[in-house]
Each structure stands twice: as structure tokens, then as C-alpha cells.
């Protein structure tokens, strides 16, 4: 089991008014076989959380640290953080003109790995997931999310995450613009990824709608940027029913 343990992690930003600091002592602990649920209004920190762990270069961490079984992910690059095992699907996925679907997964798995898969082993793989995940088998020929639908965009970041198989997965609001089937889904690929493999998912939301189909072990409530509230599942639904108004001014 591997454990990512992040230590009063602080972030800042640029802006026009220069720094500006919205992580502020982040603590949380992840084991590979967990789901933990980070909710919060917007502008708490979630997502910034998610792009500082990944290493996206527009945001800086001040302070803290953030180690996958003691190894100090913070003073890597981006890609040696994703051989890590660290693994995003963002809550907007870029296009990529010009490279297919199967050129991006199989030159991914090449890099993390170390080698290339058996062609064999990966054209059964990659058609075996994306059955999975309900994608047209045309799919693969198409360009990175060039033209592609909000739910497919979506299930391509799980078909990234299933075939990549990370050690922790940290999912931005992939439920965001999703129906009901896709985000379903989508789910079900994140519940087979787990059941097939020890990953630990960081599941950033607004709502509790996905939490129905991916069961939390632990839910966090991130406000002012910092984790103002952790408990079960049971914590998600009192938010649904109860907003965020009593952690107002929490942290200011």
C-alpha cells in the first residue's frame, strides 16, 4: 500500500494585484486503497490543490510538502510526478490536433512505463476499456479531444487513468457537465480501476450526485483554503442538505 501525505501544503497564485496565497496549510493523508471526497464552495482551493500536486507551472507552493511514501513529489517534473504514479483528469481537458487517441494512450503508457506495451496486449487493452466505457470503437482514430463532447471528454480522462494505472488518481469535477448514463459511466470506470488495481482516488465535487456511484471512505470540506471539516459519507449528504453557510468566515 502507498501513501501520499500532504503537510501544511501552501499555494499562491499571480495575480494583477501580484501573489495572491489560496492554499493555506493544507493536511490530508491518502492511502492507495482509499476515496476521498473534497467538496467546498467555489473559490476554496479545490482545484488548485489538484493543479499544485499535479506540478502545473502557474501555481506555486510556498511551503508544505506533498510526498508519494516519503519521496518528495514537489521537486519533480511534471512527467517524473506522473511515473510516480500520480495521475490528474482535469476539469477541462485540452484538444490535441494532430494526435490520435491510440498515439496519446500507447506514447503515455510508453513514457510512465519505461517501454512500450506488446501491440498485442495493448490493442486488446485499449478496445477491452473503451467497450467498458461505451466508446464507439472509431474513437480511437480521432484526435485528442478535437470535437469532442463534454462526456466523452470525460470518459477519455477514465480511459486515460484505467489503462495508465496510477497510484493515486485525482479526478477535477469529472462530473461536471455530465447527464445521468454518462455519469454513470463514468463512475463505473473509476469503481473498475479501483477494483482491478490499489489506487487512491481524490475525488474533487460540488455535489453529492457522483458520490452515489463512487462511495467515499473519507469526505473533506475545503473552505478559505484550508480543510475546515472531515468526516464519512455521512458528512457529504448534510452538505447537500445543508450548504456551506456555517462555514462561512471560517478561516478568513
Do not use: C
Request: aromatic share 6%.
Amino acid at each position: 500500500m502507498s501513501t501520499l501525505s500532504i503537510r501544511d501544503l501552501h499555494v499562491s497564485v499571480e495575480t494583477d494585484a501580484g501573489a495572491k496565497e489560496i492554499l493555506r496549510g493544507v493536511n490530508l493523508d491518502i492511502n492507495s486503497t482509499e476515496t476521498h471526497a473534497i467538496m467546498g464552495p467555489n473559490g476554496s482551493g479545490k482545484s488548485t490543490l489538484a493543479y499544485a500536486l499535479a506540478g502545473h507551472p502557474g501555481y506555486t507552493v510556498t511551503s508544505g510538502t506533498a510526498a508519494i511514501d516519503g519521496e518528495d513529489i514537489l521537486e519533480m517534473s511534471v512527467d517524473e510526478r506522473a511515473k510516480a504514479g500520480l495521475f490528474l483528469a482535469m476539469q477541462y481537458p485540452v484538444e490535441v490536433p494532430g494526435v490520435t487517441v491510440t498515439n496519446f494512450l500507447r506514447t503515455a503508457k510508453t513514457a510512465i512505463d519505461g517501454e512500450a506495451p506488446k501491440l498485442r496486449t495493448w490493442t486488446k487493452d485499449l478496445s477491452e476499456a473503451m467497450k467498458n466505457l461505451r466508446v464507439d470503437p472509431a474513437f480511437a482514430s480521432r484526435n485528442v479531444n478535437e470535437g469532442f463532447s463534454g462526456g466523452e471528454k470525460k470518459r477519455h480522462e477514465i480511459l486515460q487513468m484505467e489503462l495508465l494505472k496510477p497510484r493515486f488518481a485525482i479526478l477535477d469535477e469529472t462530473d461536471s457537465g455530465l447527464d445521468v448514463d454518462a455519469l454513470r459511466i463514468v463512475s463505473e470506470g473509476v469503481n473498475r480501476v479501483k477494483e482491478k488495481t490499489d489506487v487512491g482516488v481524490l475525488l474533487i465535487t460540488h455535489y453529492t450526485r457522483i458520490l452515489r456511484y463512487i462511495q467515499p471512505d473519507y469526505v473533506h470540506v475545503m473552505v478559505n483554503g484550508r480543510i475546515a471539516e472531515e468526516g464519512g459519507a455521512e458528512l457529504a449528504e448534510r452538505l447537500e442538505n445543508e450548504g456551506y453557510d456555517r462555514f462561512l468566515g471560517v478561516g478568513a
